[in-house]
């Protein structure tokens, strides 16, 4: 098992900056890649941006420029700083692991963005 822990969400203005955290534990050695997932009342959840356990990274085009998505190995943490807020991001972000030959199937509790105009 493996257990998510986010944290840093809030209210920002247009234009502001928030960064989200990650806190992994558990088995997380069985983790091949981690991720940042958001969904924003009535749509469905979306993929942000994810990192391997080797350092490739992948962004939403909608984020890409704006989002950077990180790891610190050493606290078993996963961040994602968001910059160039826009209304648009506002969402419950989630953070996600995933285990080779699997899907993300770890998730955390989700933290809110509001990002007002």
């Known amino acids: 098992q493996v257990q998510l822990v986010e944290s840093g969400g809030g209210l920002v203005q247009a234009g502001g900056s928030l960064r989200l955290s990650c806190a992994a534990s558990?088995?997380?050695?069985?983790?091949?890649?981690m991720g940042w997932y958001r969904q924003a009342p009535g749509k469905q959840r979306e993929l942000v941006a994810a990192?391997?356990?080797?350092?490739?990274?992948n962004y939403a085009y909608s984020v890409k420029g704006r989002f950077t998505i990180s790891r610190d190995s050493a606290k078993n943490t996963v961040y994602l700083q968001m910059n160039s807020l826009r209304p648009e991001d506002t969402a419950v972000y989630y953070c996600?692991?995933?285990?080779?030959?699997?899907?993300?199937?770890?998730w955390g509790q989700g933290t809110q963005v509001t990002v007002s105009s």
């Open positions: 558990g088995s997380i050695f069985s983790i091949n890649a």
């Open positions: 990192i391997t356990s080797g350092g490739i990274t």
């Open positions: 996600a692991a995933r285990r080779p030959g699997h899907g993300y199937d770890y």
